[in-house]
């Protein structure tokens, strides 16, 4: 005697199969071409403006910054349009002109950028996060961090 089995599992099975395949599918696309952006924050030193030569030229000194390296994890280019220190009560002070570029920054994809600001407004012993914001709309923030706490990065000047 033979015996017969019901089509109603195979076809549960099937279509849990499929289904599974489409979700992984799904969310190997929605990881790779969604904005992913890393920022990093640390004090330092490098060359900042002192003035004009009078002929034209730029000249520069050494002075206390705030390095803020953007990190484009992303499979596109990102442009950046605004950068800002945001303190604890939540208040933004905002970079309108960092060094050594204007904004807005295209970043390549799976590429990195540093920019840096001067110190001057900023407590080096408070609590910040640093934020960028792209074209987009779309706001990445740094881990919050204590300035003198965090190691010296430095840039020489030529």
Do not use: C
Not at 81 to 107: D, K, Q, T, V
Request: glycine share 6%; aromatic share 8%; net charge positive.
């Amino acid at each position: 005697m033979r015996v017969y089995m019901d089509a109603t599992p195979v076809v549960a099975i099937y279509g849990a199969s499929v289904a599974t395949a489409s979700a992984a599918v799904q969310f190997v696309w929605w990881r790779t071409t969604r904005t992913n952006i890393r920022v990093e924050a640390a004090p330092g030193t490098a060359p900042v403006h002192a003035g004009s030569d009078g002929g034209g030229g730029v000249l520069t000194r050494t002075g206390e910054v705030v390095f803020i390296r953007i990190t484009n994890r992303s499979a596109h280019p990102v442009k950046v349009r605004s950068l800002s220190a945001i303190h604890r009560e939540g208040s933004n002070l905002a970079f309108p002109s960092p060094y050594p570029p204007s904004l807005p920054i295209e970043i390549p994809p799976r590429d990195y950028y540093t920019v840096w600001v001067h110190r001057d407004q900023i407590d080096e012993n408070e609590r910040l996060r640093f934020a960028i914001t792209t074209t987009d709309d779309r706001t990445f923030k740094s881990r919050r961090v204590v300035l003198a706490d965090e190691d010296k990065w430095h840039i020489g000047s030529t």
